[in-house]
Every structure is written in C-alpha cells, then in structure tokens.
C-alpha cells in the first residue's frame, strides 16, 4: 500500500474555519476598542492578526501570511507593547472612554456595508463585480509567483511600486530619525 | 494485525514527509516523537549545562542524586511541579497566566518544518523558513507580557530590554537569511526556496554546504547568523533581560513552579530551534560530513556506522564509571542503575547497526549531532563571555551586524548574478 494512497485529509479551506476565523477576527476587533487596558488591547489585536494570517493561509497565499505573522504579530506589535508598557494602567483605568468621531465612523461602515452588498449582488444579466476565480498554480508556488510579478523581467509589472513603497519606508524611518534627534 | 504492520512498513518506506503526504496518523507519530524527543533533549541539556559549566569552572556541579548527578534534572522537575505556584496580588491575573504558554507554544510550534532528514519533517511548508522566523518571533510578545503583567520594576525592565534586543537582532538574523535564500536559487531555473528541505537539498545539488559557499560571504553571513541567533534566544552574552546580578531574574522573577519551568523548557526548545535553523541553512542539515572528500560506497557504510558506535562508545563510558563506582552497599542501586543505563545505550547502539535501520536514521543522527555541536557552544559562550551592556549590545546590533548584513546581502546578489552582470556589461560596450 503506497502512502500517498491513503486517502488524503479534506481541504482546510472549509467555512467552517472561515466562519471560526472570522469570528475570532470581530470578537478581537471589538475587544481592541472596548478594552480600557490598552496592554489587554494589544493582546486582542495580536489574535486578531494571528486570526488573518490563517485566513491568508485559506486564501492560499501562504507567503503573506507568514509575512503577516513576521511583521506584524512579531514586529509591530512589539513594539506597540513596549510603548504602551511605559503608560501609566493605573491611569487610563480611571479614564472615562470616549468617541468624538462616530459621525465619520458612520459614514465609514455604511461605506464598507454598501461594497459589500455591491460585491455580493449578481445582475440580472448574471454580471458580478467579483466573478468567482480559480487558482491557476498549485500552492506551493505562491512565493514564487510573487517574486515573479515583482521582479522578473518578463512578468514583472510591480517592480516601480514596489521601490517607490520601499523609497517611502525610508522616507519615514529618516524622518522618524530627524524628529527625534536634535542633533545628528 | 498483519495490515497494520505493512501499513508501517509501507510509510517507513515513503519518500516523502506525513505532510506532504496529506497522513494524519503518521503525523501525529511523528509530532509526538518531536516532543519526547524534545523533552529529552531539553532535561539532557539541563544536566550538561550544569556539568560543563561546572567543569569549566573547576567544580564537580551535582554529584549526589544518582550516578554523577544524572537524576538531578528528574529531581529539579519534580521539585518545580511540587513547588507553590506563587500569583502576585497586583499582577493582571489573565495576561500572567497566559504569557508562559505564549513562549511555549512559540517554541514548540517551529519544529512543525524542522528538516532531521529527507523524509523526516512533520510536513514541508513552502514558507518554510519564514514560518520558523514568523514563529519563533511570537516567543517575545511571551516574555513581554510576562514582565509587564507581573507589575513589578524588575520584570518590566527586562521585558522593556527584551522587546528592544530581539526587534533589533530580527533585523540582522533576516539579512542573513534572505543572502542564503539567494543562494538556493542558484540552479538551471534559476529559482530559490524558503522550504526548509528545499534549501538542504540546494546545498546537495550545488555540492556545497553554504558556510563555504563564495567563500568568504557564506561564513560572514554564518557568523552573523550565530551571533544574532545567541542574543534572540536570551542567552549569555547576551542575556540582559533576565540578567541575575542586575535584574534578579529579568522578566521571569515573579514566577516560580510550574509556570517558570514553561519558560525553561521554552529558553531550551527555542535554543534547539535556533541552531536546527543555522544547521539547515549552512551546515547542509542531515547530509554528512565530507560529501565530497570522502564519497563512494566504502565511505558511505563507514559514515552510516557512526550513529552505532557513538552509541556504543558512550554505552562503554557508562560501563566503565560503573566499573569506578564505590564498592559500598550504599552506592549498590546506583551501580545498577548506571550499569542498566549503559546497557540501554548499547542495546540502542545495536539496533542502529541493523542496515534497514541504519540507512533511515543516520540523517536524523547527522542533525541531531550539528544541533549538539551548536547546543555546547551556546554552554561555552556562557561559561567564557562576560555579559555585554546594553548600550554595547545595542551598538553591535544596529552599528556593526546589520551594516554587515547589508553589505553581504548585496555583495552575494553581485557575486551570484556575475555572469548576467558582465554580459549585460558588454552588451552595453560592443556597439
């Protein structure tokens, strides 16, 4: 009997997990914003990304999610935490909560719920705006398919955006840099 | 039962990972082995970091439970599980209780791609090596939380300290990574792999273990690797978030019982995670040494019996000290005790001599003895180097490994893409 005959496991790609990711995601938004522990917060934030990086797995695109998991559950998010450390709890806990933007995060979530109604609704004429894709390569390909739409000189066509968003980064760090200095 | 054993045999005689075979029973053998073994591997260590350091200082270290103290790492889990389990009363009681099995889980999790051999990986992710870098970085939101939650000044600045040095030694471990990504992608398709296999058998097809590859870029990138990989798990000299003379214990001071030895267990997992990622991406991982030097058929059974005789050489060490023991009735279960362990050790000694045996074990003994070599480094880095201070540590991670680190990535891109680059040179210049 050869191995690779037995019969295999299903797909991890069910709803099953996506509903249970889904739900892991919204209960650790809710709790990002409604804790008065901002250390507690970045707890819940850091579900909620570990909760995405699955959901890019299901996605089949593997390599974001691991660049997920290494940027921003394993580095932003640290150093969320060592700010957010130096704060006084005791005081925040005190704090009454507010929202002063609710009319703009009004607008926000009615704009998001009307794409999401334009996203799911067919035309009578059968035309959606998202028509249901396939994969055209197997899984295991994902990295490199990427790096060949970001730098192979044939099929690369995001090679410009990808320097001009790296050339942004470094904008950043070098101004980070000469706020928080006075003197270089 | 006759199916059940040709069930086996037919896996034994795969090609190919349980992952990859999409076998859920022979994964879960497979992941239940990685955690005894790991286990095993984390008491041993206990037991020889105390030996060696003790022996590198010119002391005994313990000698009173069992034979030359080799019961002691059995005694000091038992105390720990008996021991109070102290909560402070002003510590946040979830995030407390939480941060241990964070570290823990971090740790464990990496060994999911770690490569002991062709065959031998629980399963081979594409992202391999990303996934063990991703992973293994969640231990420090652990070791964070657990200084932070424990409210009380010496957790917190060990956990500030930790957060600061692991963010700034990813940095230069990534550059390291990324020059020998490069280097796998040097084949006829010309595409590289983060797969933890993959980046092994790249090191098979180009005959070459990357260490020595454009020699000296692949050591260069070895050693920042080395370094990096010695301050990202905590450890002397770079041990500053649990440092004792300063910090009491660093980020675990408010812990004791069983939670403190989740952190043990995870500082010791996390160091064979970090070494099994230096073996795989430069030490050719399970293949042996010499591949090249001394190959034929000759050479490959006398590399195949090593496993064997290492394992009869120690059962003959354990013999011989039985033979050392004192004559006194009192010392009798312990002379039985060690007599029984040496004969274990060459029963296993034995069987590794049996060829079917002997061909499918020999990777996991090459990685497992690379591993080793790294693991008595981290006891000896200890034992010599004294602790750096944080400014110094801060100097050479962001001043001198990741400069390096950038110089190598780009100076391996060159060095890799030459022929292109001249031809592309005079392409420019015959007209």
């Given amino acids: 009997m050869n191995p690779a005959a037995i019969p295999t496991n299903p797909p991890v790609a069910t709803p099953f997990f996506f509903y249970l990711l889904a739900t892991v995601m919204i209960i650790g938004g809710i709790l990002v914003i409604t804790r008065k522990n901002a250390v507690h917060s970045a707890m819940a934030l850091i579900t909620t990304l570990l909760a995405q990086a699955a959901l890019y797995l299901m996605l089949y695109a593997p390599f974001v999610a691991g660049v997920q998991i290494i940027l921003y559950a394993g580095g932003i998010m640290v150093l969320f935490l060592f700010v957010i450390m130096l704060i006084s709890i005791e005081r925040t806990e005190k704090e009454r909560q507010f929202n002063k933007q609710w009319l703009v995060g009004i607008a926000a979530a009615a704009a998001l719920g009307g794409l999401f109604i334009a996203v799911y609704t067919t035309t009578t004429s059968g035309r959606t705006l998202f028509p249901e894709g396939k994969l055209s390569y197997a899984e295991g390909e994902n990295t490199q398919r990427i790096a060949g739409l970001l730098f192979d000189r044939a099929t690369g066509t995001y090679m410009f955006a990808f320097e001009i968003a790296s050339l942004l980064l470094l904008v950043a760090i070098i101004g980070a840099v000469v706020m928080a200095k006075k003197r270089i | 039962m006759h199916d059940v054993v040709q069930y ?366 790294f693991m008595y480094l981290y006891i000896w880095y200890r034992g010599t180097f004294p602790r750096y201070r944080f400014d110094q540590l801060m100097k050479v991670g962001w001043k001198v490994l990741l400069p390096t680190g950038l110089a190598l990535l780009i100076l391996t891109a060159l060095v890799a893409m030459r022929g292109e680059l001249l031809a592309d040179v005079r392409g420019v210049w015959r007209p």
Avoid: C
């Avoid at chain 2, 109070?84 to 209780?97: G, H, L, M, Q």
């Avoid at chain 2, 464990?108 to 992202?127: E, L, Q």
């Fill in chain 2, 8 to 373: 086996i045999q037919s896996y034994l005689e795969s090609n190919q990972t349980p992952g990859a075979a999409g076998n859920f029973f022979w994964a879960t053998v497979y992941i239940l082995l990685v955690f005894v073994g790991l286990s095993i591997a984390v008491i041993a260590m206990n037991w020889l970091e105390r030996k060696i350091l003790a022996h590198m200082q010119v002391r005994l270290g313990p000698m009173r439970v069992g034979p030359h103290g080799l019961l002691q790492p059995i005694a000091d889990a038992l105390k720990l599980l008996l021991k109070e389990d102290i909560i402070p009363a002003e510590a946040d009681k979830v995030v407390f209780w939480v941060a241990p099995f964070i570290v823990v889980l971090a740790a464990f999790t990496v060994f999911v791609v770690v490569p002991f051999g062709p065959t031998h990986a629980i399963t081979d992710m594409n992202i391999g090596i990303l996934f063990m870098l991703g992973v293994s970085s969640l231990s420090v939101l652990g070791i964070v939380t657990a200084g932070w939650a424990s409210n009380s000044h010496y957790p917190l600045i060990g956990a500030l300290r930790s957060s600061a040095q692991m963010v700034s030694y990813e940095v230069a471990m990534g550059l390291a990574v990324v020059s020998v990504i490069l280097m796998t992608s040097l084949n006829e398709a010309s595409t590289g792999t983060l797969s933890m296999i993959g980046i092994v058998q790249a090191q098979q097809a180009q005959q070459q273990w990357f260490v020595f590859k454009f020699f000296p870029l692949g050591l260069i990138g070895f050693f920042i690797f080395a370094v990096a990989m010695v301050a990202e798990t905590n450890r002397a000299p770079f041990d500053l978030p649990e440092a004792e003379s300063e910090l009491t214990a660093g980020f675990h001071t408010e812990y004791s019982g069983f939670r403190w030895s989740l952190f043990f267990l995870a500082e010791y997992s996390a160091m064979i995670a970090v070494s099994s990622i230096a073996v795989t991406l430069w030490l050719g991982g399970w293949l042996r040494p010499f591949p090249n030097a001394l190959q034929g058929p000759t050479w490959d059974l006398v590399f195949s019996l090593i496993p064997g005789l290492t394992f009869l050489f120690l059962a003959g060490m354990a013999f011989y000290s039985t033979l050392r023991m004192p004559k006194h009735p009192l010392f009798r279960v312990q002379t039985i005790g060690l007599a029984g362990f040496g004969a274990l050790l060459g029963v296993i000694g034995l069987i590794l001599f049996i060829p079917g045996v002997r061909l499918r074990v020999q990777d996991i003994f090459w990685f497992s003895a690379k591993v080793a070599a």
